[in-house]
């Protein structure tokens, strides 16, 4: 799915808005750009209107899958991607790196179903300034997009009270911080791929357990590949053993 989504905004103009400092970047004779790459047709709507609702961001164009998320790369100017990270034929990790090479050095604001600390640290690693937890409460996605261009982050409050604890208590027991592990590095539906793979079963198997396509968990064996920097599913499984992933 892909369609503009220029214009269109007809609610009224917040005090927000008009109390916004001439100096910050999203002025409304130059809105800030925004692509959305997002696979769940609601979620997608709701961040949408949401943007399309502030003058002081412009909704560029929108996505559902990783393939058309990379043509909107290549075909638009932006200043912000906002993509999900698990998209059905991908990993949107994969286009929170191509955004990062792109001309126009966009910031890029991860978003997930799920509240997952290692997940936000390899969004962070890859260069995301944001990292969104969609059913989260005290949150905008409006002035998520202003603060990582105006060069603040833009973090879901529970997470950021997280992340926080752990900064203290490696503090307090003298620990050096970590950075994410291997585990961190796999998204859970590629650990799921990876613990069938290790159990001997085929692609076509895999697909009919995780009720996925053939072609879905042969990009999820490719990041896999990747990610790990192995070659084959014998050194995958291998890899993984020794480091404790399965």
């Given at each position: 799915?892909?369609g503009?989504?220029?214009g269109?905004?007809?609610?009224?103009?917040?005090?927000?808005?008009?109390?916004?400092?001439h100096?910050?970047?999203?002025?409304h004779a130059?809105?800030i750009?925004?692509?959305?790459?997002?696979?769940?047709?609601?979620?997608?709507?709701?961040i949408?209107?949401e943007l399309?609702?502030?003058?002081?961001?412009?909704?560029?164009?929108?996505?559902?899958?990783?393939?058309?998320?990379?043509r909107?790369?290549?075909?638009?100017?932006?200043?912000?991607?906002?993509?999900?990270?698990?998209?059905?034929?991908?990993s949107?990790?994969e286009?929170?790196?191509?955004?990062?090479?792109?001309?126009?050095?966009?910031e890029?604001?991860?978003?997930s179903?799920?509240?997952?600390?290692?997940?936000?640290?390899?969004?962070?690693?890859?260069?995301?300034?944001?990292?969104?937890?969609?059913a989260?409460?005290?949150?905008?996605?409006a002035?998520?997009?202003?603060?990582?261009?105006?060069?603040?982050?833009?973090?879901?409050?529970?997470?950021a009270?997280?992340?926080?604890?752990?900064?203290?208590?490696?503090?307090?027991n003298?620990?050096?911080?970590?950075?994410p592990?291997?585990?961190?590095i796999l998204?859970?539906?590629?650990?799921?791929?990876?613990?069938?793979?290790?159990?001997?079963?085929v692609?076509?198997?895999i697909?009919?357990q995780?009720?996925?396509s053939p072609?879905?968990?042969n990009?999820?064996?490719?990041?896999?590949?990747?990610?790990?920097?192995?070659?084959?599913?014998?050194?995958?499984?291998?890899y993984?053993?020794?480091?404790?992933?399965l």
């Open positions: 799915m892909n503009m989504a220029r269109g905004r007809s609610a009224p103009q917040s005090a927000t808005a008009v109390q916004w400092p100096f910050l970047a999203g002025q130059k809105p750009r925004v692509l959305l790459v997002a696979p769940n047709p609601s979620i997608r709507h709701v949408a209107q399309l609702d502030d003058r002081r961001i412009q909704l560029e164009n929108q996505a559902n899958t990783l393939r058309e998320g990379r909107l790369l290549m075909r638009h100017e932006f200043e912000v991607l906002m993509v999900d990270v698990c998209l059905v034929d991908g949107g990790f286009l929170i790196e191509e955004a990062r090479k792109h001309r126009s050095a966009p890029v604001i991860a978003i179903a799920h509240l997952d600390e290692a997940q936000a640290l390899h969004a962070f690693e890859l260069g995301a300034s944001g990292y969104l937890v969609q989260a409460w005290l949150q905008s996605y002035q998520a997009v202003l603060h990582v261009v105006n060069g603040g982050a833009a973090v879901t409050p529970t997470l009270r997280r992340l926080l604890g752990h900064l203290n208590r490696s503090r307090a003298g620990t050096p911080i970590q950075s592990t291997d585990r961190a998204t859970e539906r590629e650990l799921d791929v990876l613990r069938l793979v290790a159990l001997g079963n692609g076509a198997a697909a009919k995780l009720r996925i072609q879905t968990v990009v999820h064996i490719k990041s896999i590949y990747r990610k790990l920097q192995v070659h084959t599913r014998a050194q995958a499984v291998s993984a053993t020794d480091k404790g992933l």
